[in-house]
Every structure is written in structure tokens, then in C-alpha cells.
T-cell receptor, first 115, second 114 residues
Framework: AQSVTQLGSHVSVSEGALVLLRCNYS??????LFWYVQYPNQGLQLLLK??????LVKGINGFEAEFKKSETSFHLTKPSAHMSDAAEYFC?????????????FGKGTKLSVKP | GAGVSQTPSNKVTEKGKYVELRCDPI?????LYWYRQSLGQGPEFLIY????????DSGLPNDRFFAVRPEGSVSTLKIQRTERGDSAVYLC????????????FGEGSRLTVL
């Protein structure tokens, strides 16, 4: 079955440290890939998306993600964490041939940032 | 309104009761989605509308769940004969069209079935 896997339900980093949140998809054909973020008491919002135009995608708030076909990965990174980055992050995929409305979400990774 | 609005934000009901959850999308967005999020899980697709019609309802778990969008704007998710397993946060999202993947989510309706 098509799926998306996020490694690590919780990640904790110190302020100023590198943020790395992992996402792997399961398909031989690269899908559309997305990262969404959910801040406390807010709805999910789109952070960035990959649609085959460029393998390195830049998003809001200094986040970026690199698509690696050989690793079937789309990991999210930020060079220097800020306290305001504390949130839950969801990787999502839409596979070719799938319903246009059907985004498949990972289970999420909760990011904590220590002062 | 400026964003996707969902009401009620919290709903507590008893097993066997009927529940309606409402979603008011961003004005002009033709695509509307319902997802369900259980504790510790990511959002799970239920149904999406393109205009007034349900383009894909493959995620609805059973025939107790039904959704409508009669005028292509506001949508209502209806759950009959609620069960304790229906307890979750129900998320609504809208988009300008269905093929961008850029969904704008509401804050959700938390349903608790006792």
C-alpha cells in the first residue's frame, strides 16, 4: 500500500541547532510531496511542496527540503532552530494516479526547541 | 471570512446520537476536504468535493458517515449512530482547485463520543 513514513514522533533540539525531520515515501514513481506544520491551537499550514521542478525546495520560515529519488526521501531541514519553530510537522504525499484530493499524511513529528 | 471556519470547535455526544459538523471554506475555493485525525496519528482522508459534488468519498469509513456541500460553499459532515471509535478531531480544508495540494485547514472540530 502507498504510504509515507516519518521517522521519530518527537525530536528535540537546542535553539540555534540544526533541525532535521525525516520523511520517506513508498513509490517507484516520485509523487508530489509536501510538508505541513501545525502550531499549537492552529490549523495545519503548508510549509513547502515538491512538484518535480527542483529537487531543493525552499519554504517559509527558513525551512527547506531536498527530494532524493535514490533514497525515496524528502527530509525537512532548517540550519538554525528558533523557539518559534516548536510545532508538529507532517509530511504528505499525493501519488500519481491517485485521487487529486487524497493527500496521504504521515503520523507527524513533534519538534521541541530548548533554550 | 479570512480562513476556513469550523463549528463547533468541540462537541461531546453520547453513543448512538447523530452529529453534524460544519465547515465554511475560504471564499472562492472550489475544492473542499474532510480529514479525521486521531490521537498520535496524521490526518486521514475522508472525502473531497469539487464544487457541489463529492469527487472522491473513498475515505468515508462506513455508511454512517455522509457529507454534503449543496451550494458549493459550506459543507456539513454528518455522522449517524455515533460510536466511541468516532472520537477524533475532524479537519476541514479548502483549496483554489483540487490539484495543487495546497490545502488551507481550519482548526478542527473535536468530537468526543461517550
Amino acid at each position: 500500500a502507498q504510504s509515507v513514513t516519518q521517522l521519530g514522533s518527537h525530536v528535540s533540539v537546542s535553539e540555534g541547532a540544526l533541525v532535521l525531520l525525516r520523511c520517506n515515501y513508498s513509490s517507484s514513481v516520485p509523487p508530489y510531496l509536501f510538508w505541513y506544520v501545525q502550531y499549537p491551537n492552529q490549523g495545519l499550514q503548508l510549509l513547502l511542496k515538491y512538484t518535480s521542478a527542483a529537487t531543493l525546495v525552499k519554504g517559509i520560515n527558513g525551512f527547506e527540503a531536498e527530494f532524493k529519488k535514490s533514497e525515496t526521501s524528502f527530509h525537512l531541514t532548517k540550519p538554525s532552530a528558533h523557539m518559534s519553530d516548536a510545532a508538529e510537522y507532517f509530511c504528505a504525499v499525493r501519488y500519481y494516479g491517485g485521487s487529486q484530493g487524497n493527500l496521504i499524511f504521515g503520523k507527524g513529528t513533534k519538534l521541541s526547541v530548548k533554550p | 471570512g479570512a480562513g476556513v471556519s469550523q463549528t463547533p470547535s468541540n462537541k461531546v455526544t453520547e453513543k448512538g446520537k447523530y452529529v453534524e459538523l460544519r465547515c465554511d471554506p475560504i471564499s472562492g475555493h472550489t475544492a473542499l476536504y474532510w480529514y479525521r485525525q486521531s490521537l498520535g496519528q496524521g490526518p486521514e482522508f475522508l472525502i473531497y468535493f469539487q464544487g457541489t459534488g463529492a469527487a472522491d468519498d473513498s475515505g468515508l469509513p462506513n455508511d454512517r458517515f455522509f457529507a454534503v456541500r449543496p451550494e458549493g460553499s459550506v459543507s456539513t459532515l454528518k455522522i449517524q449512530r455515533t460510536e466511541r471509535g468516532d472520537s477524533a478531531v475532524y479537519l476541514c480544508a479548502s483549496a483554489t482547485t483540487a490539484n495543487t495540494g495546497e490545502l488551507f485547514f481550519g482548526e478542527g472540530s473535536r468530537l468526543t463520543v461517550l
